[in-house]
């Protein structure tokens, strides 16, 4: 598809972003004024993203002199920036370099989504009581590495500069906000939380 095809539309950009920010907003349930903030942030992220993706190309714009061609050379395939560097090595071709990033950032869309959708399931399930069980006996966070995994899948689908620039603050905010909510649980629950804390890892699993 064309660059004129493509970019300009503002139907989806609005829509998108509008989805993606509702079931966010829904599976993190963001109640305290740090967890709106870092709501504000990944909202921040989304709305340049999916402007740049269907609206206006900044990056686009920038990188096409530093690359000597024009910014209307990139359509819907050009503008995956990863594949699009990749074909210009000649090491794959351009829709093959598409291909990889569009499966690889798909994945990773699909686990960060499970992750945030079940670990809402189990919190939501377990009330107020301390909830060690399912994705939580391997992490303590799956929601917050969800967002992670999620953040990273766009970077590998669709880097723009500012999404690039978005995406350390946000991932260092959600440790942030791990480590508080660490904080809370532990004031919470004690030394149950503490024998917990001490055997499952915050973000990675172990082997």
């Known amino acids: ?13 609005f829509m998108i972003t509008a989805v993606f920010l509702f079931f966010l907003v829904f ?6 004024p740090k967890e709106w903030r870092g709501a504000g942030l990944t909202s921040a992220f989304f709305i340049s993203l999916f402007t740049e993706m269907f609206g206006i190309p900044l990056t686009i714009y920038v990188l096409a002199p530093v690359l000597g061609i024009k910014p209307k050379s990139f359509g819907m395939y050009e503008s995956h ?4 560097l990749l074909s210009r090595t000649g090491i794959i071709s351009l ?6 990033v569009m499966i690889l950032s798909t994945g990773l869309l699909i686990l960060g989504f499970i992750l ?3 670990g809402w399931k189990k919190v939501y399930r377990g009330g107020s009581k301390l909830v060690t ?20 899948a766009f970077l590998i689908m669709w880097p723009t500069i500012l ?12 440790v942030l906000l791990a480590r508080e909510e660490d904080r809370d649980l532990e004031e919470k629950f004690g030394d149950d939380f503490k024998h917990y804390r001490d055997t499952v890892p915050a973000f990675v699993p172990s082997m």
């Open 133 to 152: 069980d399912g994705l939580y006996a391997r992490v303590r966070h799956p929601q917050y590495l969800g967002l992670i995994v999620i953040v990273i």
């Open 81 to 84: 920036l990863w594949a699009y």
């Open 163 to 174: 999404t690039v620039l978005l995406a350390p603050f946000l991932i260092a905010g959600y």
């Open 1 to 13: 598809m064309s660059f004129e095809k493509w970019y300009g539309d503002w139907t989806a950009v």
């Open 116 to 118: 945030l959708a079940n």
């Open 95 to 100: 829709k093959g370099g598409v291909s990889i």
């Open 27 to 32: 599976l993190t349930r963001p109640r305290k």
